[in-house]
């Protein structure tokens, strides 16, 4: 049998852990493999108990959301993705947040099943960004000094640019096919040849590396 999707809950909130909690273990294939209210303590926790995805609010006391994330990310051959919370859907940290390897951001209000669909996304090595987060990631970058391109993004081909220039406009898989007039399936094999020539954990990473090497331009 298959293995069930381990998440961590982490939330300062005890309130929230446990409806989080009740939630992810009535879903089939899917446990709560333990729950932590500092991001000390989820770190420890992720490192201890090797979850699928950890389920990481953005603010607490101590090391926050973000540092907790970045410190799970930063470990040598970790597989674990992290799926932000939060209540704002312009979270002034949704950027820094991405960066430190964060595999997606919710809204903390988002209906359960679509909840629950966001952790198998996220756990499947796809980036997820909720309505609103994708457009607080550009409105970040419009702000930057004009994006250095990165060597041109050496070793990715045109095709592959034209993946990652769709991918960075938010549109699905199935899109880019449809936009592209190509199969799914050498969409897939496009978005896996990207994430490995260009280092990125998840979808998210390639939105970041699509504009800051200038392929994609705010507002353009």
Do not use: W
Not at 56 to 81: F, K, W
Not at 164 to 179: F, K, P, Q, Y
Request: hydrophobic share 45%; net charge negative; charged share 25%.
């Amino acid at each position: 049998m298959t293995e069930p999707l381990r998440v961590l809950l982490a939330d300062d909130q005890t309130l929230l852990r446990g409806s989080l909690r009740v939630l992810i273990d009535a879903e089939p294939g899917m446990v709560a493999t333990g729950e932590a209210a500092t991001g000390e303590q989820a770190v420890r926790l992720a490192r201890s108990q090797h979850p699928d995805v950890v389920l990481m609010d953005v603010r607490m006391p101590g090391t926050d959301g973000i540092e907790a994330t970045r410190q799970i990310c930063a470990d040598p051959g970790s597989t674990v993705r992290v799926l932000m919370l939060t209540m704002f859907d312009l979270d002034q940290y949704v950027f820094t947040a991405l960066r430190a390897g964060a595999s997606g951001f919710l809204l903390k209000d988002t209906p359960p099943a679509d909840l629950l669909t966001a952790i198998r996304v996220v756990a499947a090595g796809d980036g997820l960004l909720a309505p609103g987060v994708t457009r607080r990631l550009i409105a970040e970058f419009a702000r930057r000094p004009e994006p250095v391109p990165r060597a041109d993004l050496p070793g990715v081909t045109d095709r592959e640019r034209d993946v990652l220039e769709l991918i960075a406009r938010g549109l699905s898989n199935a899109e880019i096919s449809d936009r592209l007039h190509v199969g799914a399936a050498t969409v897939k094999t496009h978005v896996g040849h990207l994430l490995t020539k260009l280092g990125a954990r998840d979808r998210a990473q390639l939105v970041i590396a699509a504009y800051e090497s200038g392929l994609v331009v705010p507002g353009a």
